[in-house]
């Protein structure tokens, strides 16, 4: 059972097996939720690297693709 604010989840070959995007509230959220990770995932984490994003800016392609 997956967490309800994953939101991204893909295997990949790399560097890294595994890239997880997910959605936190605030900066404790986001400490439950790898907390919660890596207390059921821990024996096969061996490294983990976080990018915290804190705005997401809409881009919406159909206009940008309209305006000539």
């Not at 790399?14 to 821990?42: C, K, P, S, V, Y």
Request: proline share 3%.
């Amino acid at each position: 059972q997956l967490n309800p604010y994953i939101t991204f989840l893909l295997n990949i070959v790399g560097r890294w097996d595994l890239n997880i995007a997910f959605d936190a509230e605030d900066g404790e959220h986001f400490q439950q939720i790898m907390t919660e990770i890596r207390n059921r995932f821990g024996s096969i984490i061996r490294d983990c690297e976080y990018v915290p994003i804190l705005w997401v800016h809409k881009f919406d392609f159909a206009l940008a693709t309209s305006i000539k």
